[in-house]
């Protein structure tokens, strides 16, 4: 099993910043990708960003590059997401998830473990 706790998450006015934070523990080198999911209120959910645990390779939505960044910290099993000049459009609960190798990165039924969520709230 593995464990995912999300952290970071608030209220911020548009054109801001907010890093968000997903602490993985237990059997973590049973996943090799991990990933960030966001779902609004009434919408399905959307994939975010993905990123690789053992190379670093990473893939970003279109509607996020340039504005978000996926990282790790490998030795604090940590998964992060830097967000920028951020939209009205990017509130939602923002999910951590982890998962083996697959070809599928932007998709969720791909993952085995996900976090609680965070909320992420963008004002005009």
């Known amino acids: 099993q593995v464990q995912l706790v999300e952290s970071g998450g608030g209220l911020v006015q548009a054109g801001g910043s907010l890093r968000l934070s997903c602490a993985a523990s237990g059997r973590t080198f049973s996943s090799v990708r991990m990933g960030w999911f966001r779902q609004a209120p009434g919408k399905e959910r959307e994939f975010v960003a993905a990123?690789?645990?053992?190379?670093?390779?990473?893939y970003h939505a279109d509607s996020v590059k340039g504005r978000f960044t996926i990282s790790r910290d490998n030795a604090k099993n940590t998964l992060y997401l830097q967000m920028n000049s951020l939209k009205p459009e990017d509130t939602a609960v923002y999910y951590c998830a982890a998962g083996r190798a697959t070809p599928r990165i932007t998709v969720g039924a791909e993952y085995d473990y996900w976090g609680q969520g965070t909320q992420v709230t963008v004002s005009s």
């Open positions: 990123i690789s645990w053992i190379g670093g390779s990473t």
